[in-house]
């Protein structure tokens, strides 16, 4: 038996998420949900605004179109790096610019856990 991933949620992702329509909400957390399992997603694609691998979730709701970031790159975990609507094909830069900042955050964090690790071990 496998144990589901565990979703981190960077900055105000979440709470952005939670006043989308019902039924995006309901789409967006089947795909997380699926994600936890080690299945794929229904509606996703990758990301291309960040040089790490990183994807998004999607739905649409009339002219809104509903998405949240998320990597996969520490194990065990989805890290959720940011949530937005738009009402274009094209995403805003400032969604990519926090996604970015975001995963830049998480990477730094990831370093210095490892460097705290290293340390430990030697002592």
């Known amino acids: ?9 960077r900055g105000d992702s979440k709470e952005i998420l939670k006043e989308w329509p019902e039924v995006t ?20 694609k990758p990301f291309p605004g960040l040089k ?13 179109l509903y998405r949240v970031i998320y990597v996969t790159l520490i194990k065990g975990k989805i890290v959720v790096l940011h949530s ?8 805003e830069q400032p969604d990519v610019n926090a996604a970015n900042q975001r995963l830049k955050e998480l990477l730094e ?11 430990k071990g030697q002592k």
Do not use: H, Y
């Open 1 to 9: 038996m496998t144990t589901d991933k565990d979703v981190d949620w």
């Open 25 to 44: 909400k309901e789409n967006i957390g089947a795909d997380l949900r699926r994600l936890q399992q080690g299945k794929m997603p229904k509606n996703w």
């Open 52 to 64: 790490k691998n990183a994807f998004e979730l999607r739905d649409k709701d009339g002219n809104k």
């Open 84 to 91: 937005f609507t738009k009402t274009s094909e094209k995403t």
């Open 109 to 119: 964090e990831q370093t210095d856990l490892k460097r705290k690790a290293k340390k």
